[in-house]
């Protein structure tokens, strides 16, 4: 039986590498995903879900600059504040809602790993989340 080695390429995972933010809009809705240096097939499944899941479901928004995705890396000392705001102990989406550039609230989805082998799952798990966070706003 082999065992696979997690990738360690963090490199590609820059901020807005795979939906780039749209310049000098302030979201009322921020996904973040919270990765480190250790970035195995699964862990780049959760990230490749959760795109597919904003791209397919609210490509409008992303658009207009009111949703935006960002990655954040665990690993840099300037995130570590994270793991405490939103009691994060591996990777994770999370959605914040914002109000005049201050957090209002947040939701941690913490199911998606429940969901990783189940793609249509996770995708729908992720629609009804943000529609659900999107509704409950002020």
């Not at 989406?93 to 998606?112: G, M």
């Amino acid at each position: 039986m082999a065992v696979k080695e997690p990738r360690r390429d963090a490199g590609d995972a820059t901020p807005g590498r795979r939906l780039p933010a749209v310049e000098g809009v302030e979201p009322d809705v921020i996904v973040y995903f919270f990765y480190n240096d250790i970035r195995c097939d699964v862990c780049l499944r959760l990230e490749d879900y959760a795109v597919e899941a904003l791209k397919t479901h609210f490509s409008d928004e992303l658009a207009s600059g009111a949703i935006q995705w960002r990655m954040l890396s665990m690993d840099d000392h300037e995130n570590e504040h994270f793991l405490i705001d939103f009691e994060l102990y591996s990777k994770s989406v999370v959605l914040v809602e914002f109000e005049d550039a201050e957090r209002v609230r947040f939701k941690n989805l913490e199911d998606i790993w429940d969901l990783v082998y189940d793609k249509p799952a996770y995708l729908e798990y992720m629609r009804t989340n943000v529609l659900d966070f999107l509704g409950a706003a002020p």
